[in-house]
Each structure stands twice: as structure tokens, then as C-alpha cells.
């Protein structure tokens, strides 16, 4: 996410593992084109990692080792649900409580914001080394530059102290991380994508990605506005202003593109499953 934490969410800028083909009723529901952490590269810890499941779930597992260590895949989508809990809810309570933050939105005093992107900027460095050290089976130039161009606008809250309340606004859109995620534990453990669980969560992806994304923009944009060519604005100096404005409205304009293909999703699986239900009602029991 260029400039992601001015501009459309925390540092889980996610790798999207290359799974099987969709259900293409459910392709929105069950392939979010963000927050997915890097799969695993080869191993042979499946046996192990798949004790204690049932007999069909240890399948479903299974099926995942062709090419990475549901062990070792399950680890970094673990770390990466955990950093977005912990990260939104630190973003929040900076909203509500930080007075200093608050007041100055350009240069109030940033000692607790600096905290919360510390924990990502451990997060993005930690995501580099594995997309590098597995790039054969997860390597992609976009969450390379991605991630670089995060790390490069979190040095302006880090080094400057400068813009941390948009810096810490971004972050609000961790809090959609953990359903994706959770979704790829479905997967793994052979869920189909027309399962109720995959259903309940892809609704509530849908959901919290919208009220996390969509809905706050007008509120950043308004924040933005009220500091735009004030004296304050005009010290923080060219590079920040650019990784600031031109970063959030890329990313926004993704954001709503992503929108747009969670919402077609969630609706085709709406409609199949009222479809299904219309089928149950004529021939009086379920095929």
C-alpha cells in the first residue's frame, strides 16, 4: 500500500496466495484483493499440524501441502490477525483519548501513535524477508513496492513526528485483516466456499471492509481539507505532502474498486442462497 499509513490501511499489506481457482459465485466473498499474508513455503510439517482435526478436516488440510506448510502458512496469517487486533485497537483509542493528536492533526505530539506504527513497521520488515526468502511461490513486484513505499511514509511519523494523526487514522483498516485470514483457515480446512461459516464471514468482510474503508473517507478527506495550505501544512515540506495526498487517493480509488468486486460477491452468494431455499420450499426437502 503505497504510502499506507496516510492512505488506505495499516502495514498487512497482504500476499495473495495463489489457492485454487474460485467458486466464481462466491469469487468476492472468498478472494479479497487485500490483507492476505504471504502462504508458506515448502514443508513436511502436515502431519503435525493437522492433529487433533477430524478426519475430513485433516483432508481439507491436506490438500493444502502440495506446495506450502499449512504449519508454516498458518503462522504468518496468525501473526498478521494478532498485529490487526492489536493495531486497530490502538488506533481507536488513539482517536478517542489522544488529546495532543487530536488537537494538532500535522504536528501534535505523536508518542503514542509512534507505538502503534512501530508494531507495523515490524510487521511490513518481518512480511519483506518472507516474501523474499519464499519469492518463488509468493514473490510479487506490487507488495515489494508496496511495502517499501509504507516503509518510506512511516518514516515521516518515525524520524519527523510529523502527520500522525492521518498516519494512525489509516489504520482503521486493519480491522478487516482477520476475516481474510480467516478465511484462508476455511480453505485449508476443506470449508466449502458455500458453507455457512464462509458465508457468515464473507458477509461480515463485507461489512467491516465497507465501514472501515469506505465510510471514513469522507471523514479523512474532510481532515485533510481543514489543513490544507495552513502553516502547518506548508512545514511539513514537499516529500511528506506527496506521500500524504497522492498516496491517499491512489489507495482510496483501490479500496472502492475492491468495494465493488467484495459487494458483487457477497450478492451473487445472497442470491444462491435464496435460490437454494426457493428449491427446498417446492420440492419440500433440501437436495
Known amino acids: 500500500r503505497a504510502a499506507a499509513f496516510l492512505a488506505g490501511g495499516g502495514g498487512s499489506a497482504p500476499l495473495r496466495p495463489r489457492l485454487p481457482k474460485p467458486d466464481p459465485a462466491v469469487s468476492g466473498l472468498s478472494q479479497q484483493p487485500s490483507e492476505l499474508p504471504p502462504p508458506a513455503a515448502p514443508g ?7 492433529e487433533g482435526l477430524s478426519p475430513q478436516r485433516r483432508q481439507g488440510w491436506g490438500r493444502s501441502c502440495g506446495h506450502t506448510s499449512p504449519r508454516l502458512a498458518s503462522h504468518p496469517r496468525t501473526v498478521s490477525t494478532f498485529h490487526a487486533l492489536v ?7 488513539i482517536l478517542l483519548y ?10 501534535g505530539d505523536p508518542s503514542i501513535v509512534k507505538l502503534n506504527i512501530a508494531i507495523t513497521t515490524g510487521y511490513l520488515i518481518s512480511d519483506l524477508f518472507l516474501i523474499t526468502y519464499y519469492w518463488k511461490a509468493i514473490g510479487d513486484k506490487f507488495f515489494v ?6 516503509l518510506y ?18 489504520l482503521l483498516a486493519e480491522f478487516s485483516t482477520p476475516f481474510v485470514n480467516q478465511r484462508w483457515f476455511f480453505e485449508v480446512l476443506g470449508y466449502p466456499k458455500s458453507s455457512k461459516a464462509n458465508i457468515i464471514n464473507g458477509v461480515l468482510m463485507t461489512i467491516v471492509f465497507f465501514m472501515a474503508r469506505i465510510v471514513v473517507m469522507p471523514v479523512y478527506y474532510a481532515d485533510v481539507i481543514s489543513v490544507f495550505g495552513t ?7 514537499i516529500a511528506a505532502q506527496s506521500a500524504w495526498i497522492i498516496s491517499s487517493v491512489v489507495l482510496d480509488v483501490m479500496n472502492l474498486m475492491w468495494m465493488v468486486k467484495i459487494t458483487k460477491g457477497c450478492y451473487k452468494v445472497i442470491c444462491l442462497i435464496g435460490q437454494k431455499e426457493v428449491k427446498i420450499r417446492k420440492n419440500g426437502k433440501s437436495d
Do not use: K, P, T
Open 44 to 50: 513436511a510439517s502436515c502431519v503435525a499440524s493437522s
Open 87 to 93: 493495531v486497530g485497537a490502538f488506533c481507536v483509542y
Open 98 to 107: 489522544d488529546e495532543a493528536v487530536n488537537a494538532d492533526h500535522v504536528w
Open 145 to 150: 513496492i508496496h511495502h517499501l513505499a509504507a
Open 153 to 170: 511514509a512511516y518514516y515521516f511519523v518515525l524520524g519527523e513526528g510529523m502527520l500522525a494523526y492521518f498516519g494512525n487514522f489509516r
Open 231 to 237: 502553516e502547518a501544512f506548508h512545514r511539513v515540506g
